[in-house]
């Protein structure tokens, strides 16, 4: 497969700068996408393992990254599993890991994959098509208090009990099949009131849902302490408050040498004090970058490195 475009990668200088890639330094990109990040990873001399859940983005890196020979080991899986990945490749610890969040625009621009309420295709919206359930089963079997709570919590939807509602009703009489027909319901029960198409935090929900993308970040983050050689650096980038509060909240946790409550006279160790903090970081993409890429407009990147004890 050759495409022209797959993903603009964000934040290109700065993650080179935080990941310090070199020959002899092994980095696992946990979300390979269009093998931007990955691409200039290996340009700097490391080896990679490139994770993704997506077969598709898998077949375009192989292709893509042919140069790279044995530098480049792609594996498809979800980075919560990546310690079992890389024990299947003999692998204990990593120099970096890379994990630049949620889903690329090749995922978004292709209609087949559902992601998208622009164009008109199947609800579908798994990153990994071959397991879980589509997003159609959400919206046609769970209940309307599990609706709501994904609407209200994923998508930070303000109108999700009216937009509920009409999926409900909708639902008996025909179940929902395609991207269109959900955006349409979800324009009929809460009209456009600005720019912003009013089904956006309805798909960002589901999307967040169907691949239970926060639980899939909070395991990585838990596993990556024992993953890293001492010195090697996690480098995160976040598209949204949700995931950047789960991130920010773990640096500051695990970066923290002690731990002090009212009650105790004085000040702990902390252990679980991993990590300390990447000078320079966090750090938001500047306006030449966003006006070139507006989709980096939302994008953050935090980073740590693992402490030696
Ligand atoms: C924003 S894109 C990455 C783009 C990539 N950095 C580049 O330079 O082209 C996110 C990718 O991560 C993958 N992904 C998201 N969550 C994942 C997970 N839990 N495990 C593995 N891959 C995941 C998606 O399938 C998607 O291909």
Not at 27 to 54: F, P
Not at 139 to 166: K, Q
Request: glycine share 8%; hydrophobic share 40%; aromatic share 6%.
């Amino acid at each position: 497969m050759q495409l022209k475009f797959y993903h603009q990668p964000v934040l290109t200088t700065e993650v080179v700068r935080v990941l310090r890639p070199e020959q002899g330094r092994l980095i696992v990109d946990g979300t390979l996408g269009g093998s931007g990040h990955t691409g200039l990873l290996l340009a700097s001399g490391a080896m990679v393992v490139g994770v993704d859940r997506d077969a598709d983005a898998l077949s375009y890196a192989r292709e893509e990254l042919r140069a790279a020979g044995e530098r480049f080991t792609p594996v498809q899986g979800d980075f919560r599993d990546l310690p079992r990945l890389l024990a299947e490749l003999e692998i204990t610890r990593v120099d970096g890991i890379l994990l630049d969040l949620g889903v690329s625009s090749h995922q978004l621009d292709t209609a087949q994959r559902g992601f998208s309420f622009q164009q008109d295709g199947p609800l579908d919206m798994r990153m990994d098509c071959g397991s879980g359930a589509p997003a159609s089963d959400l919206v046609n079997t769970a209940s309307r208090e599990e609706l709501e709570r994904i609407f209200r919590e994923y998508g930070e939807e303000p109108r999700a009990r009216s937009i509920v509602h009409r999926l409900v009703t909708d639902r008996d009489k025909t179940p929902f099949t395609t991207t269109g027909q959900l955006a349409e319901a979800v324009e009929r029960a809460a009209p456009r009131t600005g720019p912003r198409h009013p089904a956006t935090r309805v798909f960002q929900a589901l999307r967040i849902a169907v691949n239970d993308e926060l639980g899939a970040l909070k395991a990585v983050l838990e596993a990556a302490p024992a993953l890293l050689n001492p010195g090697g650096r996690i480098a995160v980038i976040t598209f949204h408050s949700l995931e950047d509060r789960i991130v920010k909240h773990f640096f500051k946790d695990t970066c923290a040498a002690t731990l002090d409550r009212p009650e105790w006279p004085m000040p702990r160790p902390n252990p679980r004090h991993f990590f300390i903090s990447v000078p320079g970081t966090p750090v938001a993409p500047g306006p030449e970058e966003c006006a070139v890429n507006p989709r980096a407009r939302s994008a953050r990147l935090r980073g740590a490195e693992r402490r030696s004890s």
